[in-house]
């Protein structure tokens, strides 16, 4: 049988380590996002590391209903009949900026976040459902953020968002599977902040951890690549904190 794992966001940062540490572990990976350059270019690196054909790709906008539903369709659809999806990864997500203080601007952030955040997580959970439970052993995996922990405005809400309903997955899977979450702090080797980040602004999350260093990518993967292997069958419901202990404080 081949286990076959769905990672959204799956062509940069930590979406590509989660891809490549699947494709290590013996899944056959299908990277989703909306970038194909990106998502091609991802993949024929993995695919040169790991072996030919371990990670395959699909361009599809996540936040779309439709394009959620063909993604996994045709997933669902190129699969062998010893074939069978075993794992989803919703990693896709981002952030955006309140571009002005009228309420009409601060109304398109928090949804724009919303979209980004939660629905593309849910919308490709939810068409992956009826494929997972024909499973036993089902792992559905959530990147979310140390911003749900310590807040963070609407980004912060998007993610806390993620953990509620994460519960809610853990208990509709039951003996099925297991839902659970890996929250980030700061991750050094991602677009996420973009032309943001500053050497002051590096320096204060450096000094907000208890190790004194950033995360990487490949720290997160190896979270995520646990949390999918048959060693943690019994963990579900769980927030899996990744950020050198930053959400303690120092003080």
Not at 67 to 83: F, K, L, M, N
Not at 93 to 103: E, H, K, Q
Not at 132 to 156: D, M
Request: hydrophobic share 45%; net charge positive.
């Amino acid at each position: 049988m081949t286990r076959i794992a769905l990672v959204s966001g799956g062509g940069t940062g930590i979406g590509r380590a989660v891809a490549h540490a699947l494709a290590d572990a013996g899944h056959r990976v299908v990277l989703l996002g909306r970038r194909a350059q990106v998502l091609e270019e991802a993949a024929r690196a993995i695919n040169r590391a790991v072996g030919p054909d371990a990670v395959v790709w699909h361009a599809a906008d996540l936040r779309e209903p439709e394009e959620a539903e063909r993604a996994v369709a045709t997933v669902a659809a190129a699969a062998g009949p010893e074939d069978t999806i075993t794992t989803v990864v919703n990693n896709a997500g981002g952030t955006t900026r309140i571009r002005g203080s009228a309420l009409a601007d601060v109304a398109a952030a928090w949804l724009d976040e919303w979209r980004r955040n939660v629905l593309s997580c849910v919308l490709l959970t939810t068409a992956a459902l009826p494929h997972l439970t024909r499973s036993p052993g089902a792992r559905i995996i959530t990147v979310s953020s140390v911003a749900a922990l310590r807040g963070g405005g609407p980004y912060g809400a998007a993610k806390s968002a993620l953990h509620a309903w994460t519960y809610t997955l853990a208990k509709e899977l039951g003996g099925l599977g297991t839902a659970n979450v890996v929250a980030p702090g700061y991750v050094e080797g991602t677009e996420f902040f973009g032309d943001r980040m500053t050497g002051e602004r590096r320096r204060t999350l450096l000094d907000a951890t208890l190790v004194g260093r950033a995360a990487r990518p490949e720290g997160v993967a190896g979270a995520v690549r646990w949390l999918a292997s048959a060693e943690a069958g019994d963990v579900t419901g769980q927030i899996i904190q990744i950020n050198g202990g930053a959400v303690l404080g120092r003080g």
